[in-house]
């Protein structure tokens, strides 16, 4: 595997299992914090992985997997804190998908120049109560 992706895959699985939370809205109030910083941190890396993706060093079954095995951590967490059942997003299995999706555009918008850490930060407590409201939607 690339060097760089692997770097960036564990570092992410690290994250998600040293997130102590215990429950669905702390999880994604530290996720978001956590991803602002790491992507600042390691804006690099990132650019790294993307760039030999898209010049086809990266296979793309590899990058594919990579991330799949990122999402499904992240929705096997997102289900262990949802033990009531209270987002049916998540346990309609979508929850980390659309919880990524979300903070990833944030996060491309980051790099675009739309976005500074600072203003990400501060609109978090905002970013999570959409989020909750997205996770609590009935399929």
Same mark, same amino acid.
């Given at each position: 595997?690339? $060097? ?30 956590? =991803? ?27 990058? =594919?997997?990579?991330?799949? %095995?990122?999402?499904? %951590? ?10 009531? =059942? ?11 998908? /659309? ?6 555009? /944030? ?13 990400? $930060? ?18």
């Amino acid at each position: 595997m690339d $060097e760089a992706l692997k770097k960036l895959e564990e570092d992410y699985l690290d994250a998600v299992e040293n997130n102590d939370s215990d429950s669905v809205e702390e999880f994604i109030e530290a996720f978001l914090y956590d =991803s602002w910083s790491y992507n600042e941190r390691n804006l690099a890396t990132i650019k790294t992985a993307m760039s030999r993706y898209s010049q086809q060093q990266i296979d793309v079954d590899t990058f =594919s997997n990579s991330f799949k %095995r990122m999402v499904d %951590r992240v929705q096997e967490k997102l289900q262990e804190l949802d033990g009531q =059942s209270h987002y049916p997003v998540i346990q309609d299995g979508r929850g980390a998908s /659309l919880l990524i999706a979300f903070v990833d555009g /944030l996060v491309i918008q980051y790099f675009a120049g739309t976005y500074t850490i600072e203003q990400l $930060e501060k609109d978090t407590p905002y970013l999570m109560r959409a989020i909750l409201q997205l996770l609590k939607a009935e399929s």
